[in-house]
């Protein structure tokens, strides 16, 4: 009798413990998503002042295909303009962002090479100089 009665407070105990739900612990630190530019530095690390207009740049990155689409005042200031829509084929290789070309070489630029870093929500992209390895502009995104 006592077997039969450990062996179902065992089950039990086993079935509490294994039913923990840790997908909503998980944070999603994948690139791939939507991202609303949130603010930016300068070489300096100082920041800079975005329009209300900048802040409506879009950047998207899915499996293999990253897409930006950025905003600028018009001239009398009272409406957002979509001043560049681009796509291009991308991969990551540790923490940079490399662009590839049709056929799906690394596109290798002297003006810039980027890196990222993801936690939870937020998105943090740095263009670098390459011949310098100093910072020119870091950007913080939002995931949308």
């Known amino acids: 009798m006592k077997k039969p009665f450990l ?16 997908d909503d612990d998980k944070i999603n630190n994948s690139i791939v998503g939507a991202w609303k530019l949130a603010n930016a530095t300068d070489t300096d690390g100082a920041p800079i002042n975005l329009l209300d207009c900048e802040k409506n740049t879009i950047y998207t990155f899915t499996d293999n295909t990253f897409s930006q689409r950025n905003f600028e005042a ?32 690394v596109i290798t630029s002297t003006e810039s090479q980027f890196t990222f ?6 998105l943090e992209i740095i263009d670098t100089d390459p011949s310098t390895g100093n910072v020119v502009i870091e950007r913080s995104f939002d995931r949308q």
């Open 117 to 122: 870093s993801v936690a939870a929500d937020k």
């Open 7 to 22: 062996l179902c407070i065992l089950l039990v105990a086993i079935a509490f413990t294994s039913c923990k739900n840790d």
């Open 74 to 105: 018009n001239q009398d200031r009272t409406d957002c303009l979509p001043v560049v829509e681009s796509s291009a084929s991308y991969r990551t290789n540790g923490d940079k962002i490399e662009f590839l070309d049709a056929q799906g070489a």
